[in-house]
């Protein structure tokens, strides 16, 4: 007989301060990340079934910043973000089995490029439309999206074989792969980012990755280590001819504000948003008013 497959999705979506308290992430994953994506860098999330990759890539996408054009393309709708400038597409089946009225991921991704968006968001690649959207990393069209892969190399094989068959040249736009985890640990389940990688070059005549783990999870101490370096970071140091220690020193300000973030229990979407906002268009009043909170909790 038929057989129904129901989803049920959140209607408000994972903040970065529930990543934090789920342990999904830490703050200084989050402030790194925070700050790649505000500075355009492609981003793929990886991982197997149910490792919590969309509920990431809707954390990972709050921080683009508000006065940015978010075009997003999704074969089931499960993003939900704040921006107003913010064009959500999704793609449909033809009527009564036919191709008569499809609307396919490629065909929205082709016709995205029309609209000129800042930032583009894929729900997942999986085929064709992989290449259209490498081609807008290519050309400067900053790209966030998921895949099911284990890890770098799964990931890598995966767009250089049928049906994506992607070139090493095209490969060569990906900055970063986020490979998440569905641990189970003694009956509890959990998700974790496993590590966060950096695809420094693609070899054009093996296709053969040149890469840097910049973030690690160590699984006996349900914990999150820096590796110590950063291609990524050097590079858009290099591009905006600033020194990499102030990005470092950013980036810990951005982890401070993360952490206070989760110690003083702001979980709710319009309240992290409101904060977001502030730390970027007005920080001296986001620290003052941080100060502010500290003050209070030692009087207390």
Do not use: C
């Not at 505000?38 to 079934?49: A, C, F, M, P």
């Not at 393309?73 to 913010?86: G, M, Q, S, V």
């Not at 959207?133 to 069209?141: K, P």
């Not at 068959?165 to 641990?183: E, K, Q, R, Y």
């Amino acid at each position: 007989g038929p057989t129904f497959s129901i989803r049920k999705f959140r209607e408000v979506p994972f903040t970065p301060t529930d990543m934090i308290r789920l342990n999904t992430a830490s703050a200084e994953m989050l402030a790194y990340l925070w700050f790649v994506v505000e500075n355009g860098s492609n981003i793929l999330i990886t991982g197997g079934v149910s490792t919590g990759k969309t509920s990431l890539l809707n954390t990972v996408s709050l921080f683009i910043p508000t006065s940015a054009k978010i075009v997003s393309i999704e074969d089931t709708r499960e993003l939900n973000l704040p921006h107003e400038n913010w064009i959500p597409g999704v793609a449909r089946v033809g009527f009564a089995g036919t191709s008569v009225g499809e609307v396919t991921m490629f065909e929205l991704l082709r016709e995205s490029f029309r609209q000129n968006p800042d930032y583009l968001i894929v729900g997942e690649v999986r085929g064709k439309e992989a290449y259209v959207m490498f081609q807008g990393m290519a050309s400067g069209h900053a790209s966030i999206s998921t895949m099911h892969a284990g890890s770098v190399d799964d990931v890598l094989k995966r767009l250089q074989t049928h049906p994506i068959n992607l070139s090493p040249g095209l490969l060569d736009s990906l900055d970063i792969v986020v490979v998440m985890i569905h641990a189970r640990e003694k009956g509890k389940s959990a998700r974790r980012i496993r590590e966060i990688v950096e695809i420094e070059s693609i070899d054009i005549s093996t296709g053969i990755p040149h890469i840097n783990k910049a973030f690690g999870w160590i699984p006996s101490q349900d914990a999150f280590e820096y590796k110590g370096s950063s291609w990524v970071l050097s590079k858009i140091a290099a591009m905006r001819d600033i020194d990499l220690n102030s990005i470092l020193k950013d980036i810990a300000r951005r982890k401070k504000f993360l952490s206070w973030m989760y110690e003083n229990n702001i979980i709710d979407l319009n309240d992290v948003v409101k904060y977001l906002n502030m730390y970027t268009n007005n920080p001296s009043k986001m620290e003052n008013i941080m100060a502010g909170h500290a003050e209070e909790e030692k009087q207390r």
